[in-house]
């Protein structure tokens, strides 16, 4: 995740996209593709009986109209314009959170896509300000989620779920964070079980220590140094590097030996008995 920009949403400009018949042998495709009308090239493909096309533009002007389109700070990237990933922090010290010395930036990350790879989602986002890094809560305190079929794209309702998700509840958030800090997993075995290149995870070993280390830690290392290889890896493959650090935050990393903080106390006190 990168440290927030400057952007003013209204300058932001989407090439026009729409749904496209298109044959195969002399055949019309029982499918339909989504196409970027200005550099004519095909953008995905989907089940013409579901899909609805949600555009970007709908997006970024569901989240103007709720900020009534003032420079806001946050930034966006997209892969090819496929997909969208839009960062929005607001301003205001109701977004600013102090967890165990830390202060926290809270927002929202808004993705929409394409090609399929994802749906029209918003979840609550948090970046701790020295170092500039965040996690995503995925779903553990709210989110917003789309899919592209033919009842989907509200975007009122988007507007509104969003409203919800910055109304969020502070004691939450530190909770999430203090359990990834409390939380020890195995260094080698958390890497093994993520996918990520094997550059980073030489980087990531150069500086974690070995055997138990903290999921706050962990977290942390490793997204300091997907932002040190940034230049070798496009928006979306960035992305998904991002997405496979926090699965460590989320302790989604399946069969992986996880210890609380005090259990090996404990275990201790069970011998000595």
Do not use: C
């Amino acid at each position: 995740m990168r440290r927030p920009e400057q952007v003013n949403l209204g300058s932001i400009r989407f090439h026009p996209v729409s749904k496209a018949d298109f044959e195969v042998d002399g055949y019309e495709h029982e499918q339909i593709a989504v196409v970027d009308k200005e550099e004519k090239r095909v953008l995905g493909f989907h089940n013409e009986q579901n899909y609805s096309l949600i555009r970007h533009q709908k997006v970024v002007k569901a989240l103007r109209d709720l900020t009534e389109n003032k420079l806001i700070s946050g930034n966006y990237h997209f892969s090819k314009d496929r997909n969208l990933f839009l960062y929005y922090y607001p301003q205001g010290k109701e977004y600013m959170v102090e967890i165990n010395g830390q202060t926290f930036k809270v927002g929202v990350r808004i993705t929409n896509s394409y090609d399929g790879t994802r749906a029209l989602k918003a979840e609550l986002v948090a970046m701790e300000m020295t170092s500039g890094m965040g996690m995503y809560t995925k779903g553990l305190i709210g989110r917003s989620y789309h899919r592209h079929t033919r009842h989907s794209g509200d975007m009122e309702k988007f507007k509104v779920e969003l409203e919800d998700l910055l109304d969020f509840d502070e004691d939450e958030l530190r909770e999430l964070v203090k359990k990834a800090q409390q939380t020890y997993m195995d260094r080698d075995d958390t890497l093994e079980a993520i996918r990520i290149p094997e550059k980073l995870v030489d980087l990531v070993k150069q500086e974690a220590d070995d055997g138990y280390i903290s999921a706050w830690e962990l977290y942390q290392t490793l997204a300091r140094k997907i932002t040190v290889v940034e230049d070798e890896y496009e928006e979306a493959t960035l992305e998904q590097l991002h997405r496979e650090a926090n699965k460590i935050f989320k302790a989604d990393v399946k069969e992986i030996d996880i210890r609380v903080e005090g259990d090996e106390d404990d275990e201790d006190e069970e011998e000595g008995e």
